[in-house]
């Protein structure tokens, strides 16, 4: 059967050589994660070279999702590497510390995010390393934050800061996004996800400085913005609004509002995005233990299992697959769980159409088609489509039949790699509609996807090759013509 969640691979150390980045593919990827927080501008373009060539090499179109490494807020690094804090023991976050060669120690560290003493106050919460260490704040004089161990642990070089409650005043976009996005659009990434948001202005400008670097390639990015930040979450309907879609980061989000509110925040974010026509990824520790092991816990297939049911449109690897040691494992035993979930999925397609107004001609006959395809029992969908607009539209409702985007246009085969249940093939659009119909019909005959006596729900624009132009929808039976 055609699986419908689609899996975010990162790439990295472990996956990176030509051979494995095929199997990979072959395993299930169908979108790969260049992770921006690490490597240079030559080592994006050449592995987002070899991507391509994998996917070719494969017969498929896989996108490619450049991922922004934004405001990290980081300690500097330590005399001998880490230091052990006690619960109790005195702390101090020295923004001026380093600047002449010195290093960490058992009483204070560096900072890279000079502006830190001014974002913070006394009885405040210091969240370090993933929430492991927990300091608060007793005062703040001049460049020092002076603190008090709260959770103590092993705090190593460059480990991350949080605030508990978000507040900090970092910008999204750094010096360096800025020089990564236009790497990123010298190889046409398909999508640009953009690290702590938190208001749409930043993702509308994330969007400006894209198109305006991708314009001598002819190429425009779909943004993802990843919810990464306290303060996103009450403008979440805007940022999404500013976006193409969002990534549920829960990582640094849940640092920022506590692990016990972020499951709930998920299935508020991915039905918020659906509902918005929009895309939702679901990330962080999915499949975290096979970075090791040849097996998750159950406790990660129930995660994946939950993500899936709650509607995601993918589910992305991190250092499972960048660096861990089972990095097809990992891409094979998510795609089977994803397939299990789908199983147990309940439609509800009648009571979404309940008191919907369509605004557009297009977006009526994407629904026309879903509610055409249910009814009827048809074995399958075929959005004719230039921009993937209509796909989309279809993708945001569940169906049992899957939906295939036929495309003469690369790119668009690429970004609705991501679009849940929906599956892109080439299709050189020529001659009349009745001809491309046929041409339509041979295609899924050829690929195994219907045989004679299935019916299939076609959908298409009439002129032919005109952007956001679907207008058609026609009920074939395979081979009625033959």
């Known amino acids: 059967m055609f699986r419908g969640t689609k899996i975010v691979a990162t790439i990295g150390p472990a996956s990176s050589e030509p051979d ?11 979108v790969v994660r260049l992770n921006f927080s690490h490597g240079t501008a030559a080592d994006h373009i050449a592995r987002a070279n070899a991507v391509r060539a994998a996917a070719a090499e494969c017969g498929r179109e896989v996108a490619i999702m450049a991922d922004m490494q934004g405001p990290k807020i980081r300690v500097g690094k330590f005399e001998e ?107 046409q990434a398909d999508y640009l996800a953009i690290s702590f948001p938190k208001s749409a202005t930043d993702m509308e400008m994330a969007r400006q400085l894209a ?62 995005a659906r509902a918005s026509n929009k895309l939702a990824i679901t990330a962080t520790q999915m499949m975290e233990s096979m970075i090791f092991n040849a097996v998750p816990t159950r406790a990660e297939v129930s995660d994946v299992a939950n993500a899936v049911l709650d509607g995601t449109d993918a589910v992305m690897t991190s250092a499972e697959t960048a660096s861990g040691k089972y990095p097809i494992e990992t891409v094979e035993m998510m795609a089977a769980i994803c397939v299990e979930a789908e199983l147990s999925e309940y439609n509800t397609l009648d009571a979404d159409f309940l008191n919907v107004k369509f ?16 009814h009827l029992g048809v ?62 019909e041979d295609l899924m005959v050829a690929k195994g996807i219907v045989k004679k006596g299935d019916m299939i729900v076609c959908t298409w624009g009439e002129p032919m090759g005109q952007v956001g132009g679907t207008n058609a929808l026609k009920i074939v039976r395979v081979g009625e013509f033959d």
């Open 379 to 440: 074995k399958a969908i075929a959005a004719l489509t230039e921009s993937g607009s209509t796909a989309l539209w279809m993708s945001r409702h569940r169906v049992d039949t899957p939906i295939f985007a036929l495309t003469p246009i690369v790119s668009t085969q690429r970004k609705v790699s991501l679009y849940r249940n929906v599956h892109a093939y080439h299709l050189t659009q020529q001659g009349d509609s009745s001809a491309v119909l046929r041409q339509a």
């Open 81 to 187: 590497g880490k230091i052990m804090l006690e619960q109790g023991d005195k702390f101090i976050l020295d923004a001026k510390w380093g600047e002449n060669g010195e290093k960490g120690n058992q009483e204070r560290v560096g900072l890279d995010y000079k502006a830190l003493p001014r974002d913070v106050k006394p009885g405040d919460k210091l969240l370090l390393n993933d929430g492991l260490i927990v300091l608060v704040v007793d005062k703040v004089v001049g460049h020092e934050i002076c603190t008090t161990v709260k959770v103590g642990g092993e705090l190593s070089n460059n480990k991350g800061i949080n605030r508990q409650g978000g507040g900090l005043t970092a910008p999204a976009l750094t010096a360096k996004d800025m020089e990564d996005i236009k790497t990123a659009m010298s190889f």
């Open 211 to 272: 198109n305006i670097a991708g314009e001598q390639y002819h190429h425009k990015p779909m943004m993802i913005a990843k919810i990464e930040r306290a303060e996103a979450i009450p403008v979440l309907q805007e940022i999404l609004d500013a976006s193409d879609g969002i990534m549920v980061a829960r990582g640094d989000l849940a640092v920022e509002v506590g692990n016990a509110a972020v499951p709930a925040l998920q299935k508020r974010m991915i039905k918020m």
């Open 359 to 374: 605004t557009r001609i297009d977006q009526s006959i994407a629904y026309g088609t879903l509610f055409t395809a249910h």
């Open 20 to 30: 494995m980045l095929v199997r990979m593919i072959r395993a299930g990827v169908d």
